[in-house]
């Protein structure tokens, strides 16, 4: 074993590598200009208009993989043009060995095994967010945010086009990105930032215009400008899509079931509501969402006494996800050994199966999920400043029961307020930042026995913030610190008290015990890390509290309470290709577990390798 005795060992062997090479501000490309579109172009993917020919071409590549910084092995050209409406991307991409091409195709954001080509728009210029675009050689598209200046997330869907062709010379790419899709401030001259990538399938090669060191941190930092923009405005963003639905489902069915006769069918009808306040901010609303296009969960089999935890997947509340993220501003790693970060936000809750216990019945006829009456979202930028709000309203669910001859209806879910505020400001280009989130749950009820299944309510506060602790941001220091409490009758509480989350009746918890009067739950949790994410020496160290009483999952995601834990982490990674490898990692970490009594429940040590 090895505990807290080693932990002054590992920071000084990771400070022996705080000089590193790369330990600096990141440096940035070339600046790469549009022109703007003269005449009319057809999105065919051959790039035969006049005005691509005239447009300068961005040619110089370098390779992330499979050997960093070395010139990219085929040559690619890149040019940029505008109009008033969109943004437009042509790529010839040159192979001498067109037939080598990998082109496979596949559902969108999907990856295979193919050729590629990407591009990276930081149209908010605040060198720490943006989206990306792509597509491969087959035509499927590729497209999501970028946040956290490292971090990127593909559940973001825009409304954009892409077009490929194929010939004697490689592939050329044509990509369109209306100016509707980002997001940036009405100026006369713009000033974004830009980047490229290529993937060549064939060599697992990958190349960009301005990569990122595997031995570094910062990615959209590092963006070279984009230049030439002009006279060009953001649209006026409201889109209203109403629509009607029907559903029709043939089933096999008992033929006593009363509820189901083998066919059901069902209508709806809901409008999707997308306004531009500003440039930076946008409201998004919905009333009777229809998600029937959602890809559908992957079925789980969950022995264990954690919940499963399923990624949202809804546009409504995919779109702006970034922006509600806590507690992991700044860095771009985050350990964790034997910790279970509690989330404040988990918006599957909205919509969520019904929860109170069915009745003893033969025969039942229950709602899948909980049908959300009206949903209203505020995210964006407006400075400094990231902004998010989300509100949202569920309606009282029931369901129908029959036995002995005997039907009923039962109150499942009563009706529920689900609401999140989040405000985050940065501080000296992103060197340092402080932000706050809340969430609220109310909950309406009807039927006298739910109150004893559900909480009444619940409320949780929290701050969270990083600080750069160098002038190039190689260590960082983040944290975050929360309050919760939840409300409900005795029964609830002592329910609550006694789940997998918290089990305050467990033998071994002196310090604990289940309140059979207590009306409400209230506890704290935090944590605080210091990370250094530049140079071939790696260190990380957190620690970590959360409260027995602390509980979010009202809206949030949580497994586990009562627990303090502190993890360190050194590590060495060789990032030029050997003989054997093209890089390598080791990792040395040590951690330990107590309970709030300060008990000792789990202690250790790892030791990892990645080649």
């Known amino acids: ?32 200009r549009a022109a703007r579109l003269a005449g009319q172009l057809v999105l065919d993917g051959v790039l035969a208009e006049s005005d691509w020919a005239a447009a300068p071409a961005v040619t110089t590549f370098f390779q992330a993989d499979p050997t960093e910084g070395a010139a990219a092995s085929e040559r690619t050209e890149v040019r940029v043009l505008y109009d008033d409406a969109a943004l437009y991307i042509g790529a010839r991409l040159f192979d001498r060995a067109p037939d080598s091409v990998s082109a496979q195709l596949a559902r969108r954001d999907r990856a295979t095994s193919s050729d590629r080509f990407l591009v990276y728009i930081d149209s908010y210029h605040d060198r720490r967010s943006g989206f990306f675009f792509g597509i491969n050689a087959a035509g499927t598209l590729y497209d999501g945010t970028l946040y956290n200046d490292d971090w990127d997330d593909d559940t973001w869907d825009g409304v954009w086009d892409g077009q490929v062709s194929r010939d004697s010379l490689g592939w050329t790419a044509e990509l369109r990105v209306p100016f509707s899709q980002l997001r940036f401030q009405k100026n006369g ?81 809901g409008a999707d509501l997308r306004l531009g306040l500003s440039a930076n901010l946008t409201l998004t609303a919905t009333v009777n969402p229809d998600f029937g296009q959602v890809e559908v969960d992957p079925a789980v089999v969950n022995l264990s006494d954690v919940e499963t935890f399923f990624e949202e997947r809804r546009p409504f509340f995919v779109e702006g996800a970034s922006i509600f993220e806590f ?120 039927a006298p026995e739910l109150r004893d299944e559900l909480n009444a309510g619940g409320l949780a506060l929290g701050v969270d913030g990083w600080t750069a602790l160098d002038r190039g941001r190689t260590w960082v220091l983040t944290g975050w610190a929360g309050l919760s409490r939840v409300t409900g009758t005795p029964e609830r509480m002592r329910s609550l008290q006694e ?83 093209r890089n390598v990692r080791l990792n040395l970490a040590t951690f330990r577990s107590w309970n709030t009594a300060g008990d000792l429940t789990w202690t250790g040590y790892f030791l990892t390798s990645a080649f």
């Open 189 to 269: 001259g713009y000033h974004w930032g830009i980047n490229f990538a290529r993937e060549i399938a064939r060599r697992n090669e990958r190349a960009y215009l301005v990569f990122k060191p595997k031995n570094g941190s910062g990615f959209v930092s590092r963006f070279p400008e984009l230049e030439g923009l002009s006279d060009v405005a953001p649209p006026p963003r409201m889109e209203l899509l109403p629509y009607l639905t029907s559903r029709a489902e043939f089933l096999g069915h008992d033929s006593g079931d009363p509820f189901n006769d083998g066919s059901r069918y069902a209508a709806g009808a």
């Open 327 to 446: 507690g992991y501003g700044g860095a771009n790693d985050f350990w964790g050994f034997n910790w279970s970060n509690p989330s404040f936000l988990y918006t599957r809750r909205v919509g969520r199966e019904p929860q109170a216990e069915e009745p003893d019945a033969e025969f039942t006829s229950v709602p899948a999920g909980t049908n959300i009456l009206g949903a209203a979202k505020l995210s964006g930028k407006a400075g400094s400043w990231s902004l998010g709000g989300l509100s949202a309203l569920t309606s009282r669910e029931h369901g129908e029961f029959s036995a002995d001859g005997r039907r009923w209806r039962a109150e499942l879910e009563p009706r529920t307020y689900y609401g999140v505020y989040r405000a985050q400001k940065e501080f000296a280009e992103g060197r340092q930042g402080l932000g706050v989130i809340g969430t609220a749950t109310h909950r309406f009820f009807q």
């Open 499 to 581: 789940s997998s989350v918290h089990y305050f009746q467990r033998p071994d918890a002196g310090h604990l015990g289940v309140d059979r009067d207590a009306t409400s739950l209230s506890g704290f949790a935090g944590r605080l890390t210091v990370n250094k994410q530049r140079g071939d020496w790696m260190f990380n160290s957190a620690f970590g509290v959360v409260d027995p009483g602390f509980e979010v999952n009202d809206l949030g995601f949580q497994a586990r309470s009562d627990q303090i834990n502190g993890s360190a982490v050194v590590g060495r990674r060789w990032t030029r290709p050997g003989r054997l490898f």
């Open 1 to 32: 074993m090895i505990g807290t005795e080693l932990w002054p060992a590992l920071l000084a062997l990771a400070l022996n590598g705080q000089h590193d090479s790369l330990a600096i501000l990141p440096s940035r490309g070339p600046a790469v």
